[in-house]
Nanobody, 124 residues
Framework: QVQPVESGGGLVQAGGSLSVSCAAS????????LAWFRQAPGKERDFVAG????????RYADSVKGRFTISRDSAKNTVLLQMNSLKPEDTAVYYC?????????????????WGKGAQVTVSS
């Protein structure tokens, strides 16, 4: 079983940068994918970015391509989401999720393990 725990986030002005980190405790094997989702007030939880634990294959939502970068540190069992050129519409709670597959799914239903979330607020 894997337990993701988010850290980071905070408040930044539009155009600024923030990062959120996910520490995954438990047994992370090469068969896992870790991903970031976000949920704004009153909206559904949406896929942001994902990375396979082996090979480091990445996938991004169109809304964040070119601005966000997902990376992993296998030695530390962590995944980092670096967010640049932030916009007010990026404001949301960011959740880290894990699934036991090498396929990066954009569906929340595909992920069995979830963290409690980290708040990211971008002011205009």
């Amino acid at each position: 079983q894997v337990q993701p725990v988010e850290s980071g986030g905070g408040l930044v002005q539009a155009g600024g940068s923030l990062s959120v980190s996910c520490a995954a405790s438990g047994r992370i094997s090469g068969l896992y994918t870790l991903a970031w989702f976000r949920q704004a007030p009153g909206k559904e939880r949406d896929f942001v970015a994902g990375i396979t634990w082996t090979g480091g294959i990445t996938r991004y939502a169109d809304s964040v391509k070119g601005r966000f970068t997902i990376s992993r540190d296998s030695a530390k069992n962590t995944v980092l989401l670096q967010m640049n050129s932030l916009k007010p519409e990026d404001t949301a709670v960011y959740y880290c999720a894990a699934r036991g597959s090498q396929i990066i799914s954009t569906s929340t239903a595909a992920y069995a393990y979830w963290g409690k979330g980290a708040q990211v607020t971008v002011s205009s």
